[in-house]
């Protein structure tokens, strides 16, 4: 089954998500893997639902406790199942490195939370002709440092810099191209597959391009979602 990643960043306030939460039982999504990914402080109001949930990001030093932290067995008492990790927004505004990304795919890792890893190049990479480079680079930082068991339990989220909050046009030749180079290049170093979700202002309407890319795993979408109509609409599209 296709993934949808429904990342809601820090949208919806509490009166919003609970309205939000009551259109959500009305659709339905058994025919994909649904992940709901709302913020750290609605996580509860759906941990008795059937939906798989994510975190949005797990904190460096959970270990500690610290204050404003959300320490790992109080993910785990929500039942969520997934954490987002590596996002580029972290990696801009929060000016997170790889060796931190990796200790957070660590800690989620061994405590059986799955990881949607997130990767991609900027604008600026791809005129300069280095973005398989940049992939590469970013895969293999995380990746030989942990063991293939962990390997089989991480998603990678393809999300190219310049398509997050844009309305660009896509080349779906270039997103088939770096998604095929992915896979083959962690089936051939890591022997395993692995599955690959693509994000970049995917909506209900420029979607059905991409559902044209038969080795596609599914999406991570944002804004779009927000609206569960949308959402029902990207299902029906996503399984019809």
Known sequence: ???????????????????????????NHEKLNFI???????????????????????ALNEKLNLTGDISMNQIKSLDVT??????????????????????????????KIKVIYCIGESIEERERKVEYQVLER??????????????????????????????????????????????????DYYGIDIDVVFGGSVNQENIDNLLSLNDLDGFIICSSILNPENITRIIEKMTT
């Open 138 to 187: 970013e895969i293999a930082r995380i990746f030989n440092k942990l063991d293939n068991t962990d390997l089989k339990n991480i998603i990678i989220a393809y999300e190219p810099t310049y398509l997050i909050g844009k309305s660009s046009t896509y080349d779906i030749l270039k997103i088939r191209s770096m998604i095929n180079f992915i896979k083959k290049l962690i089936k």
């Open 1 to 27: 089954m296709k993934y949808l990643i429904c990342n809601l960043k820090a949208n919806k306030t509490y009166e919003e998500m609970l309205n939000y939460k009551e259109q959500l039982t009305k659709i």
């Open 36 to 58: 709901l990914a709302p913020s750290s402080i609605y996580l509860s109001l759906f941990k008795d639902s059937n939906l798989n949930l994510c975190i949005q990001d797990i």
């Open 82 to 111: 997934y954490a987002i990790i590596g996002h580029y927004e972290r990696r801009k505004y929060y000016k997170e490195t790889e060796h931190e990304i990796l200790e957070k795919i660590k800690d989620a890792l061994d405590n």
